[in-house]
């Protein structure tokens, strides 16, 4: 936890700065690297029945709530990361979780 899930941006590109985003993303929340997921999802963009290609670049951060000020400082990281191999627009949606209501291994996280 955090949970990013990255999409409309190449993979390729996206493990290029995964080491050192996590590492920065790790600072902000003041936790280790080893807390962090980011997987890659492949879409396909599509409209009307047509193939449109490569998704528009979204990420999803689904974590524990850290307030708005470390809120913002994630969301700039990520962008700031993104623009760096080439992702010239990006947006960053946070979806919250409540610890009573996440389990590890049948157990609540509270």
Known sequence: MPQLLFRGIPAERLSTVSLALAEELASICECGTDNFTMDYIHTTAIFGGL??????PFVEV?????GQAVRDRFA?????YLASIG???VEVAFRTYREDSYYINGKPCE
């Open 87 to 89: 992702t010239d627009e």
């Open 51 to 56: 193939d449109e290609g490569q998704s528009y």
């Open 62 to 66: 689904g974590w524990f709530e850290r």
């Open 76 to 80: 700039q990281a990520i962008t700031t």
